[in-house]
T-cell receptor
Framework: SQELEQSPQSLIVQEGKNLTINCTSSKTLYGLYWYKQKYGEGLIFLMMLQKGGEEKSHEKITAKLDEKKQQSSLHITASQPSHAGIYLCGADYTGANSKLTFGKGITLSVRP | DTGVSQNPRHKITKRGQNVTFRCDPISEHNRLYWYRQTLGQGPEFLTYFQNEAQLEKSRLLSDRFSAERPKGSFSTLEIQRTEQGDSAMYLC?????????????FGPGTRLTVL
C-alpha cells in the first residue's frame, strides 16, 4: 500500500481559479516536502513543513501541515499556466534528514 | 551557480547490456541520492552517500545495480545485464548536512530505455 496518498490524482482548472491538493500519510511524519516537476524533468523544491500547524507561503502557493491528520495541503491562489505540472509530496519518515518517500504526484493543468 | 547535472540525459540500450550514469552534485553538498521514477509514479529511493560512504541501499537495488562515489564528489550508477523493467528515469539529488531541513536539489534525470 502507498504510504503517501495524494489527491486528487489530477486536476484541471481555469486560469485565475484557486485550487487545493492534498497529501496524506499513513505513518508519522518528521517532515513533509513539496516539489514540482515538469514532465520529463527533475524536481523543483517548493516548501518544507515540519511542525504541526505550520504554514508556509511562497508567491501564490501556500502549504499547511495538520499533524493530527498527518496531512498536508497545498493551495494555489489565482492559478496561472506556469503553475501547471506534477506536484509531488515527499515524506521524511526517519527523522534523519536522509531519504524521502514520495507520493505518486498530482498532475495539474491550467486552462488559459 | 551550477545545479545538479546528470549525464547522459537519455540512454537507449538493448537488454543484457551494461549502462553507467553519472551525477555531479552541487559542489558544497556532501550528500548524494539516487532515485528511480517510472511513469505515473513518484521517485523511489535507491541509495544515498554521505561523502564517499554509501550509507543506505534500498531493497529495490538488486545486485545488478551498483553505485559509487569514490572521491565524495561525483557519483556513478551502473546497471549490469539490463532488463526491460529497468526502463525508468534515474534521478540524482544532493543536499548538505547541518541544515535545519533536508532540501534535496534534483538533477534533470537520465531516462533509460531498455529494448
Amino acid at each position: 500500500s502507498q504510504e503517501l496518498e495524494q489527491s486528487p490524482q489530477s486536476l484541471i482548472v481555469q486560469e485565475g481559479k484557486n485550487l487545493t491538493i492534498n497529501c496524506t500519510s499513513s505513518k508519522t511524519l518528521y517532515g513533509l516536502y513539496w516539489y514540482k516537476q515538469k514532465y520529463g524533468e527533475g524536481l523543483i523544491f517548493l516548501m518544507m513543513l515540519q511542525k504541526g500547524g505550520e504554514e508556509k507561503s511562497h508567491e501564490k502557493i501556500t502549504a499547511k501541515l495538520d499533524e493530527k491528520k498527518q496531512q498536508s495541503s497545498l493551495h494555489i491562489t489565482a492559478s496561472q499556466p506556469s503553475h501547471a505540472g506534477i506536484y509531488l509530496c515527499g515524506a521524511d519518515y526517519t527523522g534523519a534528514n536522509s531519504k524521502l518517500t514520495f507520493g505518486k504526484g498530482i498532475t495539474l493543468s491550467v486552462r488559459p | 551557480d551550477t545545479g545538479v547535472s546528470q549525464n547522459p540525459r537519455h540512454k537507449i540500450t538493448k537488454r543484457g547490456q551494461n549502462v553507467t550514469f553519472r551525477c555531479d552534485p552541487i559542489s558544497e553538498h556532501n550528500r548524494l541520492y539516487w532515485y528511480r521514477q517510472t511513469l505515473g509514479q513518484g521517485p523511489e529511493f535507491l541509495t544515498y552517500f554521505q561523502n564517499e560512504a554509501q550509507l543506505e541501499k534500498s531493497r529495490l537495488l538488486s545486485d545488478r545495480f551498483s553505485a559509487e562515489r569514490p572521491k565524495g564528489s561525483f557519483s556513478t550508477l551502473e546497471i549490469q545485464r539490463t532488463e526491460q523493467g529497468d526502463s525508468a528515469m534515474y534521478l540524482c539529488a544532493s543536499s548538505r548536512t547541518g541544515q535545519t531541513y533536508n532540501e534535496q536539489f534534483f538533477g534533470p534525470g537520465t531516462r533509460l530505455t531498455v529494448l
